[in-house]
């Protein structure tokens, strides 16, 4: 276990700039998945009740009239 934890600070908290760049990598990756996620949650609540869902409903009946 101490040889892990010293790997990582050897390669990713020893150097400051390096460290952040981690930081602000991983909140970025962490960001994408979340997003993604919380997405795919509200379309799976809401399905059927979006305007992806229903869209072709109002705008084939656009198409006849016209």
């Not at 990713?12 to 700039?17: E, V």
């Not at 930081?23 to 997003?35: R, W």
Request: glycine share 4%; hydrophobic share 40%; proline share 0%.
């Amino acid at each position: 276990m101490a040889g892990l934890a010293s790997t990582i600070y050897n390669s990713l908290i020893r150097k400051n700039t390096v460290f952040l760049t981690t930081i602000f990598a991983s909140a970025f990756v962490f960001e994408l998945g979340f997003d993604s996620i919380s997405n795919r949650v509200w379309d799976s609540f809401n399905q059927g009740r979006q305007w992806k869902d229903i869209r072709h409903k109002y705008v084939q009946a656009e198409e006849d009239e016209e």
